[in-house]
């Protein structure tokens, strides 16, 4: 049997100690984002618009189609200017893929579109305008964008259940945040 001095048993304490602390460290937990962002959460955007208190969708959409869907238009409630660097949804209905992202100027579309099947004859022709996603989007503290962001999905097998959750990435100032708004679209095939 190996006996030891108790100041050895001190330090090979401390050293499992520093080692459980640094493993614990390295996990990634809820609060920080994928890729390792140092991004805080952030309260900027508001969160009560409509887009943020109710379901879109469809009940009609079929196996293979194509749905643009504008996650919640960004209102920047505090003073200072906020400038969005990404935006995503965080849990798509099974049977639904994300193809992409976009963030296009309200003037171009005529407004917001809420939801609207690729190649119809009333979506907007979103390949044809110019598309902002690639670039910082300056939303004046106080003021709605005038830009809006939208992820474009695909149909691969009957959805099950809703997409939900939207999240904009964005610096004030030197900080980076992240915000999670509400949002759900609901798409049903027959």
């Not at 939900?164 to 049903?188: A, N, S, V």
Request: aromatic share 6%.
């Amino acid at each position: 049997m190996f006996q030891g001095s108790r100041a050895s048993s001190i330090r090979i304490r401390s050293a499992l100690l520093v080692a459980a602390i640094l493993a614990l460290s390295s996990c990634t937990s809820d609060s920080t984002p994928a890729g390792g962002s140092n991004a805080l959460p952030g309260n900027a955007l508001d969160g009560s618009g409509n887009q943020s208190n109710g379901i879109v969708g469809n009940e009609n959409a079929k196996v293979g189609q194509v749905w643009w869907f504008a996650l919640p238009l960004p209102v920047n409630s505090s003073e200072t200017d906020i400038e969005i660097t990404s935006s995503s949804v965080l849990e798509p209905a099974k049977g639904l893929k994300v193809l992409g992202y976009g963030a296009y100027d309200l003037e171009d579309t005529e407004g917001l579109p809420l939801m609207a099947l690729e190649g119809s004859g009333d979506a907007p022709k979103f390949d044809e305008l110019k598309n902002h996603a690639n670039e910082p989007v300056t939303v004046k503290g106080g003021e709605e964008s005038e830009i809006f962001f939208a992820v474009r999905l695909k149909i691969e097998a009957p959805p099950s259940g809703t997409t939900r959750g939207c999240r904009y990435e964005y610096q004030q100032g030197r900080q980076l945040y992240r915000q999670t708004l509400d949002c759900e679209l609901d798409l049903r095939t027959n």
